[in-house]
């Protein structure tokens, strides 16, 4: 009697760690990287420069290149600023910027890193952005 516990113990063990296996290996892998942004000075009179650098990485794209994006104001377009040279997957894609402050009010910045397959992929996909930052042109 004793020995048919066991067994049935044993096997209920075996069970759960098979079952427990199968969960963890249909699971979705999240891809890792991530991406900075600073920017200086935070306030800023007309006429003079805000220094941006941006770098990123994440592994699910071959190809990488980080750009910087810039809108005046809190609301409408962005409009790219510039952007760094193509980076493989292994490598930080680094970007910098200096942009002069040309009229009162926000100034925003934000990364994006792009994410391609080959070199000369003519259709990078977004892989992460950053969050805004703000800076006040007084």
Same mark, same amino acid.
């Given at each position: 009697?004793?020995?048919?516990?066991?067994?049935?113990?044993?096997?209920? @063990?075996? $069970?759960?760690?098979?079952? /427990? !296996?199968?969960? +963890?290996? #249909?699971?979705?892998?999240?891809?890792? &990287?991530?991406?900075?942004?600073?920017?200086?000075?935070?306030?800023?009179?007309?006429?003079?420069?805000?220094?941006? @650098?941006? $770098?990123?990485?994440?592994? /699910? !794209?071959?190809? +990488?290149? #980080?750009?910087?994006?810039?809108?005046? &104001?809190?609301?409408?377009?962005?409009?790219?600023?510039?952007?760094?040279?193509?980076?493989?997957?292994?490598?930080? @894609?680094?970007?910098?910027?200096?942009?002069? !402050?040309?009229?009162?009010?926000?100034?925003?910045?934000?990364?994006?890193?792009?994410?391609?397959?080959?070199?000369?992929?003519?259709?990078?996909?977004?892989?992460?952005?950053?969050?805004?930052?703000?800076?006040?042109?007084?």
């Amino acid at each position: 009697m004793l020995d048919m516990k066991r067994r049935s113990l044993r096997i209920a @063990a075996i $069970g759960a760690m098979g079952a /427990a !296996a199968v969960a +963890l290996a #249909t699971s979705p892998a999240f891809a890792k &990287g991530g991406i900075d942004l600073t920017v200086t000075p935070r306030t800023v009179a007309v006429g003079h420069t805000v220094k941006v @650098a941006a $770098g990123g990485n994440d592994d /699910a !794209a071959a190809y +990488l290149r #980080t750009c910087i994006q810039q809108r005046t &104001g809190t609301h409408g377009t962005w409009h790219t600023a510039t952007c760094g040279k193509l980076s493989g997957a292994r490598e930080d @894609a680094k970007a910098n910027a200096s942009v002069k !402050a040309a009229h009162r009010g926000a100034l925003q910045f934000r990364a994006v890193l792009y994410g391609s397959e080959t070199p000369h992929d003519k259709h990078p996909v977004v892989e992460r952005t950053s969050p805004v930052k703000t800076v006040t042109v007084r």
